[in-house]
């Protein structure tokens, strides 16, 4: 495919999907295409992406960038791990602020509107769960320029002031005005009930012990009646039978359906029917692969083809 038929299929599918949206065409050198895409215009919180192919790039990448206010470095290392495979970032302190451009691609020779909207949404909701570390304030350019941009920046306000800062002192009487109110749920001394008195001695009890009886020791009966010996009993012989051997070369399980499920093809074709949807977590053997499909076989001797990204088998 050529560089204008894949942009012309990306928004196309874009156009006949209500959640997503084409927000702008940008420019970025060294690129075939590059455009703003804004992802969950259904919801109340939508995110803006970049998505763009590179000269001679055998791939289409989806891309945004986030800035964490405060140290967020480990915090977005641990979220970025914890996503599927495909979604990747690079994440650097900024003078104050975290710096994390995330990103994910698409193969052209699998390229498809459902491998195209599923990568979107895998970034989509990383890029959600990375605003959630808090304090977290979008950039207005997505790229990898514009990152570099705001990382200078951040670091150049980062220089000392020459400027002495002086301290103001918080004045004692605005202090002592504060008067903490009571909680509402602790019981307070007026609770008490007042016919109970307080400080008087507790009544001497009227029981008495008894001293204790001996207990007189009883014989204890067995349970227990003996039973003549049984005839001892006669093995007999067994026939052996033939334990069947595994065929050569039989089916044993190599991965497994990652949680959220695959769809399975008959063919390395993306344009065909989806002929099956593999359960989470059913066992498959990868018989071969294919750039980026692999052909996999269920334990009932079930064949289909996969995309062998998502489970890490496919250039």
Known sequence: MTPDEVKQSITTWCSSDDDLEIASDR?????DFSFGLKAGTLSTAPVELVVLKADGADR???RRSVT??????DAANQLIASRPGSVTASVERSGADTTVVAQTYVYLDGLSKHTFVQAVAELA???TLLDAIGGVETASEVDEEAAVVASDAVDADAEPDSTP????????AAESTF??????SLPQPSSIPSGI????????????????QPVQAQPVQPAYTPQPAQQPYQAQPVQAQPVPQPAAGGWAPSHSVPPQG???WGAPDPSGPVVANLAPGLPIQVAEVRGAWARVICSNGWTGWIDGRIIGVAA
């Open 27 to 31: 420019f970025e050198p060294g690129t």
């Open 60 to 62: 289409v990448t989806i």
């Open 68 to 73: 964490l206010t405060g140290d967020n470095v």
């Open 125 to 127: 909701r990383a890029s």
């Open 165 to 172: 800062v002086v301290d103001t002192p918080v004045p004692a």
């Open 179 to 184: 008067q903490p109110s009571p909680s509402p």
């Open 197 to 212: 008195p307080v400080g008087q001695p507790l009544p001497t009890p009227s029981f008495t012990p008894q001293p204790a």
């Open 262 to 264: 695959l769809r399975a």
